[in-house]
């Protein structure tokens, strides 16, 4: 199935699927923290907003439909920070475990060197797949914070994992 599916810039015609994909998850996972779906109006915000920082959005796309996305942001608003990027990634639930995530991240990786010297993850602890997808692509989880999240009458543990670049 990778041979099929292309990775590229997304556009700004990307941008309602790529917010189904994120509000999926928040809708159906415990793995994005958000109780609430991302509004059109704010996913063009965010979209907009990445564009004019320079900051990467990619999609994975197969026949022509987005089925997965990934991006980098900023970790934190200070500027002692500007030399880190959070990263996101996210597939669509009938496209998991198929080695996409993997794509995604490694693509994703390749466009922060020379660029950032610290990528972040911030990863609910419910979530194996993604714990996994990073420890294989080089991140090392630096520590978990207990029961700091709390979605679906559930308190959620979260890992923070980092990869330096070179």
């Known amino acids: 199935m990778k041979d099929k599916i292309s990775i590229r810039p997304a556009k700004a015609a990307d941008v ?21 779906p991302r509004s059109e109006e704010k996913a063009v915000e965010w979209f907009e907003s990445h564009m004019r920082e320079n900051y990467p959005v990619i999609v994975a796309q197969l026949q022509g ?3 997965g996305w990934a991006s980098l942001s900023h970790f934190r608003e200070y500027s002692g920070y500007d030399s880190t990027a ?20 490694t ?4 466009m922060a060197e020379g ?12 979530n194996w ?3 996994a997808l990073h420890t ?3 991140f090392i989880a630096n520590t978990t ?14 890992t923070f994992m980092t990869k330096l670049l070179k």
């Open 16 to 36: 309602p699927e790529i917010n189904a994909i994120l509000n999926y998850a928040v809708m159906h996972t415990n793995y994005n923290l958000n109780t609430r």
């Open 107 to 110: 693509t994703l990786i390749t």
């Open 129 to 131: 797949a993604s714990l």
């Open 115 to 126: 660029r950032y010297h610290c990528l972040i993850a911030v990863v609910t602890d419910n």
């Open 65 to 67: 439909k987005v089925i």
């Open 86 to 105: 959070e990263v996101s990634i996210y597939v669509s639930a009938d496209h998991r475990h198929k080695g996409i995530g993997t794509t995604l991240l």
């Open 145 to 158: 914070f207990r029961e700091i999240g709390f979605k679906n009458n559930t308190y959620i543990d979260i």
């Open 136 to 138: 294989r692509c080089g």
